[in-house]
């Protein structure tokens, strides 16, 4: 009989791969619909994690039951310890049942351990103790690794020792439960050990695996809503326990943005079209400011305000700061033309020392303090409409690059006096962000 050519035996063995691969992917996705039985969009991150441990488990129990209760019934004369595996079976079958139609999971969770914590020393003993019912006992174990994963350790405690006083209790009545059953084969005793070693073994790792998977997700959702609220090197801080956490920044750069006729628009329209506006605005405001390395300090209606150098120090914070607000105003002027939009926002920029700190315990935040992001406030709300009005300390550190227009001095409420300037742009050396650039493709 001829072979199949290379080619096609390839074509074959990478078609086979492919159909596997889409088995395993369904498989996946049924257990993951089962696992959400019950679930309610309200419920926490925690409470998901149990009720889909819960299903995974009862679901991978109860088919191990199935199949030991076949096995039991095939040795021949073990009714008895065939009716264990398969009453657990079916109370399984009936609490599932009752948790996806009610969605109310209460201690069903400790029916579940209770079970496997007396089901298999009652199989045990009705085989004849460790030896003649091959150590069946060791599924109990089950029980305090289900406690760790519904329950803190110190609730967990109670179900450990309950392991220990079971396998205790089997220890004493294994010479009176010896003399209760005929002794198996050699070999089949030896078989039965190695399957309630690995079935047990494989109960636990498919349940850990997913109550891992589950609890990873549940980490990174956290986690990535603690980044949009602190940047990543306080978080992980705040995560190591550090409190208070307060830093005092040398040199920064602060930024701010406030829409003119914001109070009347709001009034005008829509408040959904309000918002959808701001959120579109703000969405790319916050994407520009990453490109620049700058941090979104906070939004406040539709005021907008970003720092550069901070948490970590920088030195080319002063441009990365103008370059951010020459980029917002690019894309103010897309977006208007895009849109039909006539928005129009006031820029005021600063440098100087601050302190930055983390406020609160719970609904904490991360601001920055100091008389020059007072100043940098001060600097917006005494600007234009479309124009970026800095002080004399940001036009002495940029340097060549820009172009700026002096204002003169004017008075600046709670400053007295001061010399400012206008960014109208930057010069055509390349220090303009790319982004900000005109498309030189066509």
């Known amino acids: ?51 889909g441990t819960f299903v995974i488990f009862g679901i991978a129990a109860g088919l191990a039951g199935m ?23 079916v109370i399984i079958a009936v609490v599932l049942v009752y948790y996806a139609r009610s969605r109310r999971i209460m201690r069903l969770p400790e029916l579940q351990m209770l079970l496997m914590l007396l089901l298999p020393a009652l199989l045990q003993l009705s085989l ?7 150590a069946v006992v060791v599924w109990a174990f089950a029980a305090p690794l289900l406690a760790l ?21 089997c220890v004493i009545l294994d ?4 003399r209760l059953a005929p002794e198996l084969p050699e070999r089949t005793r030896i078989s039965l050990f190695a399957l309630n070693i690995m079935g047990i073994a494989s109960l636990t790792f498919v349940t850990l695996a997913y109550f891992r998977r589950e609890r990873d997700k549940a980490a990174e959702r956290s986690d990535r809503l603690l980044l949009n609220v602190l940047p990543r090197e306080i978080a992980a801080r705040l995560k190591r326990g550090e409190n208070p956490i307060v830093d005092t920044l040398q040199e920064i750069t602060v930024l701010f943005a406030d829409m003119t006729g914001f109070t009347t628009r709001s009034i005008d329209e829509h408040p959904a079209e309000t918002v959808k506006v701001l959120n579109e605005v703000f969405s790319a405001f916050d994407e520009l400011a990453d490109r620049h390395g700058m941090l979104r300090i906070r939004t406040s209606g539709d005021n907008y305000m970003a720092v550069a150098g901070v948490p970590l120090p920088r030195t080319d914070h002063v441009r990365a700061a103008v370059d951010l607000a020459l980029d917002m105003q690019a894309e103010v002027a897309r977006l208007n033309h895009e849109r039909g939009w006539h928005l129009a926002f006031r820029m005021g920029v600063n440098c100087g020392p601050a302190v930055a700190a983390v ?27 479309g124009r970026i009005h800095v002080t ?13 227009t002096p204002r003169g001095g ?24 790319r982004l900000a650039q005109p498309d030189r493709t066509t």
């Open 128 to 134: 004849g103790g460790f030896v003649k019912g091959s």
């Open 410 to 433: 004017i008075e600046i409420k709670g400053k007295g006096r001061m010399d400012t300037f206008f960014v109208e742009s930057a010069a055509p050396d390349g220090r303009l962000s």
């Open 67 to 89: 199949a030991w209760t076949l096995l039991y019934l095939a040795l021949g004369g073990r009714p008895l310890a065939a009716s264990i595996p398969s009453g657990f079976t």
């Open 392 to 404: 004399a300390a940001i036009a002495a550190r940029l340097g060549e690059g820009y172009v700026l």
């Open 149 to 169: 994963m519904y329950h803190r350790p110190r609730r967990a405690a109670p179900w450990f020792v309950g392991f220990g006083a079971v396998v205790l209790l």
């Open 1 to 51: 009989m001829s072979s199949l050519p290379p080619s096609r035996s390839w074509r074959l063995s990478r078609r086979s791969a492919w159909h596997n691969a889409a088995a395993m992917a369904h498989l996946a996705d049924a257990l993951r619909r089962l696992a959400e039985l019950g679930i309610d969009a309200s419920d926490s991150d925690e409470t998901r994690v149990s009720k």
């Open 175 to 178: 010479g009176f439960a010896s």
């Open 359 to 385: 406020i609160g315990s719970r609904k904490f935040t991360y601001d920055v303090w100091s008389d020059a992001v007072n100043t940098a406030s001060r600097m917006e709300s005494h600007g234009e409409p």
